[in-house]
């Protein structure tokens, strides 16, 4: 935490185009590329980090009294200061993270259910704290007590009544060193530990006084009794040089095998670094001056929010050091070494980082709560306390978490990291959001035997902030929290006068069974009177015997094994949910009792389950159980091909155009062969009429694709416009079942790419203006893309804090133009995702300019091209475009440089001009008698394009060709019968020949009878 005011992030630490994230346009935010990040080696210390130094031999103040006895007094009351390097979205604001979907989130529950809580009882509340905000809310549990601390207060509970034993502020709990700040100075950042190798427990807070020095107050009992047992009082003093001037925030504890060690940002307005510190544990058991060895971390890009592993459980190999870690937008999670060595301080190191790439993620935004405008911070930059260690029969496994959004909804991102000793692997990770309610500030611990629990706070505008907890069993489907969560407590009311919420929660375990997980958490009541629950709770399988199901899962036509397949046991006090592996097998062990057992369904190839029920699994003992599943065929499109034989044959549809032949490709995504295929086509799109809709198909193996064995055909009207998108649905059914495909074609032919403009900032401005604050935009010589003049933000210096400053581009008309693209060639050096710059788009020539981001850059990178579908702009007449940079109160960089920007659409036309209809006769009518010369006349055809040209038929025989549209002509005809009809032309061709008509013309010498 900081004296500043928070920071809030933005969310954007990558590039976001309007489609979603753009992958590989950044680098990380550090003076290392992500290459060498991830060459970093274990046992190697990078240029950026420093010593070990013999900090300080720090001496103890001994009390040897009961903590009921002392004066129980609260403090004034205040905010703690907040964490340092917190930045987030505004309030409300998710307009950057809502497309953002997290690529391993978990968007349902599982099928299982987390036990109920077994204590469950009130910790804390605001006032007993003295009145800070937030609290801070931490805990832990040993073999009797559970020891809740919060901003600034200590409460020590009875474990097995939830009895509240002391409740004493900070300043009264620590009764020195006296003269020190630690006595009556202390500030919060409240961590409590309980060390079950040694049976001690260690409380923590940081001291910050007017003017420094700062230190960190670090409390360690003298037996396994908190209450009676007596306490050491320690001062370590953090602001050492080279962090003379800074103090230490969001200090984080460990415990490790051989000595507690220690974190903290350091922080004078600005972040400084980051110390990490080993206390040596066995003086300080004894209470004798603690030696106390440090190194300290300038490079706040792979240092910044360590985080050091807490035992839990069987004790790593002999050796071993303490790891820390910390995650690195957009995808890193870093691991260091720490080996101390008390003995000989020099020969102490600390190395790494190892550089873990993780799934993408995208920081928690803030969180909102019912019945209040008032959101809610989520500390979505930085991973959550503990970073929690487990050898599982030899098998290491670091346990971490960190607040994520996705789809604009906070959830919980969860890591199992193996062999961080050796060759560190990411096990499983998953993103906890199965609803639209925001879960964050969470914690995660597992128990003895790998089974793991998150604790988190949940909220939404549509409830008040609650208190749950979600799991799952050793050995379920990796990636996913199968067990479904439960409440621990639900808040009765929001938070509002401030957004400080958490800093952060405590999931622990009892030492004594190593099964039952504790839990504390801050909830809501009204205002900001914070109220915090301590909970326990207990998966029904640990420490208990049990016996083994297993088996294969069979395709039940081919007899061959299935990969994929969940199977899921549901028991009387408990479910649990595997995988088949790539050979088809399953193993679940699972406690004594009688279980029914379902597989699948493994969509799309096996729709359908195997269930058996009642199978009885005996501890110690093997359970054979296989299952079949019939597999299904499933059909999807897949692609399409267009022939227009009767048109200008070119590949494209076209208005006018009669006859086209469409295929469309299915594709089996199913298990079995498709059979009996047929289909029928539609269309969704007025002027296309669907000439052959029905089409069949030959058989389509699991795993492959084919067209219709005869296309379809459409025409298209001549009226249609050019450009107009087509749409069409297909009904396809097969042996097993219907399905719809729907795709589209666009009745035009598509052109080279035309600019609309291309500035490559040689020739001056070209029209690009600056403005904002400061007004520092200018073409610069510093750097270029190509040849020598750019625009930058800030030309020969680094850009100011507070900068909301633009370029932007003269406005634009994109009326009739699609696909447009913008690309340019940028580089940029940005503090991490605290300072952006973003690409926006106004629709009125920059009077006001759009929410949505076209792209975002942060962090550094040096000259790269980036292309963008700017789709939101096609057809649009008043484009205006900018480049914003946004920068916040503190540390700046050289800033962004742009070159060659281009903007660009797909221009298009249609060439076929069909063939007139025919024309239609007019006079004189079929089966007239006449004189001659005779008048022939007609006219256009209703409908079709114009005819250019006639020609007129006289008795079959072309007698007239007309090269203009004349419809009538005059003819001396000999006697008796004749026929007539006409023909109209345009360069595409010659129409269909119009009705045939006959006449009679008098010969010279006859007489008409004239009946009397």
Request: hydrophobic share 35%; aromatic share 12%.
């Amino acid at each position: 935490m900081t004296l500043t005011a928070r920071k809030f992030w933005t969310i954007s630490l990558t590039v976001l185009a309007i489609a979603g994230l753009l992958a590989g346009m950044i680098l990380p935010y550090s003076n290392l590329t992500k290459v060498q990040a991830a060459e970093q080696k274990q046992g190697t210390t990078p240029p950026y980090v420093s010593g070990p130094f013999v900090d300080q031999t720090v001496s103890p103040t001994v009390f040897n009294g009961d903590l009921r006895d002392l004066p129980q007094t609260p403090s004034a009351g205040g905010e703690v200061p907040a964490p340092g390097i917190v930045k987030q979205p505004d309030q409300g604001d998710t307009s950057s993270s809502s497309s953002w979907i997290d690529p391993v989130v978990q968007e349902s529950i599982g099928q299982g259910q987390m036990p109920d809580p077994i204590m469950n009882f009130d910790g804390l509340i605001k006032s007993e704290g003295g009145g800070w905000i937030p609290p801070d809310t931490n805990g832990d549990v040993g073999p009797n007590h559970y020891i809740q601390v919060v901003n600034i207060a200590i409460g020590i509970y009875d474990k097995t009544t939830g009895a509240a034993l002391v409740k004493l502020s900070y300043n009264d709990f620590f009764q020195g060193p006296p003269g020190s700040p630690c006595d009556n100075q202390n500030r919060g950042d409240v961590v409590v530990l309980y060390d079950p190798q040694v049976d001690r427990w260690i409380v923590t807070d940081f001291s910050l006084p007017d003017g420094g020095p700062y230190y960190e107050c670090i409390a360690v009992s003298q037996s396994g009794d908190p209450v009676g047992g007596g306490w050491y009082y320690y001062a370590v003093q953090a602001n050492t040089p080279p962090f003379a001037d800074a103090f230490n925030d969001y200090p984080k504890l460990g415990v490790w095998s051989d000595g507690w060690y220690m974190s903290a940002n350091m922080w004078t307005n600005i972040p400084e670094g980051v110390r990490v510190w080993a206390l040596d544990r066995a003086d300080a058991l004894i209470g004798v001056p603690m030696d106390v060895l440090a190194f300290d971390c300038t490079n706040t890009s792979y240092c910044d929010s360590l985080l050091p592993a807490n035992i839990r459980g069987t004790l790593p190999p002999a050796g071993s050091p303490e790891y820390f870690a910390n995650v690195v937008m957009p995808s890193t999670l870093n691991l260091w070494q720490f080996h101390a060595d008390f003995d000989t301080p020099g020969n102490s190191t600390f190395t790494g980082p190892v550089a873990l790439q993780v799934a993408n993620f995208n920081m928690a935004t803030s969180v909102p709560q019912l019945g209040t405008t008032q959101f809610l911070a989520s500390l979505g930059d930085r991973m959550m306390m503990q970073l929690q260690y487990r050898n599982l029969n030899g098998v290491e496994a670091l346990y971490a978490n960190h607040s994520v959004v996705s789809g604009g909804v906070d959830g919980i991102r969860w890591y199992e990291i193996r062999d961080p000793g050796g060759d560190p692997i990411l096990f499983q990770q998953g993103t906890y959001q199965p609803d639209q309610n925001y879960r964050w500030m969470g914690s995660i611990a597992a128990d003895g035997e790998g089974n793991i629990a998150v604790g988190y706070s949940v909220s939404s505008a549509a409830m008040y902030p609650a208190i749950r907890f979600a799991g799952r069993l050793a050995g379920e489907i990796p990636n996913l929290l199968t067990q479904n969560e439960t409440t621990l407590f639900q808040g009765a009311g929001s938070q509002s006068g401030s957004n400080r919420w958490g800093d952060y929660s405590a999931m622990t375990v009892d030492p004594v069974d190593d099964c039952t997980f504790w839990y504390t958490q801050e909830y809501a009541s009204s205002g900001i009177n914070w109220r915090t629950r301590i909970g326990s709770f207990k998966f029904p399988s640990c420490g208990q015997p049990k016996g083994t199901i297993s088996g294969y899962v069979y395709n039940s036509v081919t007899n061959q094994p299935v990969a994929g397949v969940p199977v899921f046991a549901a028991g009387a006090s408990y479910n649990f949910s595997s995988l088949t592996d790539q050979a088809g097998f399953y193993s679940m062990d699972l406690v004594s009792g009688s279980y029914d057992l379902t597989a699948g369904p493994l969509l799309p190839g096996y729709p359908g389950t195997d269930v058996v029920n009642g199978v009885v699994v005996v501890a110690g003992a093997p359970t054979d159980q296989d299952f079949h599943l019939a597999p299904a065929s499933s059909l999807v499109h897949a692609d399409v091909l267009l022939n227009d034989p009767s048109g200008n044959n070119n590949g494209f549809p076209e208005p006018g155009e009669q006859g086209l032949q469409l295929s469309e490709s299915l594709y089996n995504q199913g298990a079995i062969t498709a059979t009996q295929i047929i289909a029928k086509l539609t269309s969704l799109t007025n002027g296309v009429t669907i000439d052959t809709a029905d089409a069949t198909y030959a058989d389509i193996a699991a795993g492959d694709s084919g067209f219709n064995s005869t296309p379809y055909v459409f025409s298209l009207d001549y009226g249609v416009a050019c450009g107009t998108e087509l749409n069409f649905q297909a009904v396809v059914t097969d042996s097993f079942s219907t399905y719809n495909t729907a795709f589209s074609l666009n009745a035009s032919i598509p052109l080279p790419r035309q600019d609309v403009f291309t500035n490559t900032v040689e020739g001056g401005p070209a029209g690009w203006t600056a403005g904002g604050y400061p007004n520092t935009w200018a073409i610069t010589t510093e750097s270029a893309h190509s040849l020598t003049h750019s625009w930058t933000d800030s030309p020969g210096s680094d850009y100011a804090n507070y900068a909301n400053n633009f370029v932007r581009t003269p406005a634009y008309d994109l009326s009739g133009k699609r696909h447009v693209q913008l690309s340019g060639w940028f580089k940029y050096a940005l503090e991490m995702g605290f300072d952006e710059v973003y690409i926006e788009y106004s629709l009125n020539g920059g009077s006001n300019w759009e929410g949505t981001k076209l792209a975002t850059f942060t962090g550094v990178q040096d000259w790269n091209f980036v292309s963008l579908d700017t789709s939101v702009l096609d057809n649009q007449p008043n484009v205006a475009l900018r480049f914003r940079l946004s920068s916040d109160q503190s540390v700046t960089k050289d800033g962004m440089y742009v070159d060659d920007v281009a903007l660009s659409y797909e221009p298009y036309e249609c060439s076929y001009v069909p063939m007139p209809n025919a024309p239609t006769l007019v006079s004189p009518a079929d089966g007239s008698w006449l004189t001659s010369p005779v008048t022939f006349v007609w006219e256009p055809a209703a409908s079709g394009v114009p005819a250019e040209g006639y020609i007129f038929y006289l008795d079959v025989s072309p007698v007239l060709t007309f090269t203009t549209p004349i419809t009538s002509t005059t003819l001396d005809v000999s006697s008796w019968g004749h026929t007539w009809f006409v023909k109209a032309t345009n360069p595409s061709g010659v129409s269909l020949k119009s009705a045939t008509w006959s006449f009679d013309v008098f010969g010279k010498f006859f007489l008409p009878i004239t009946q009397k």
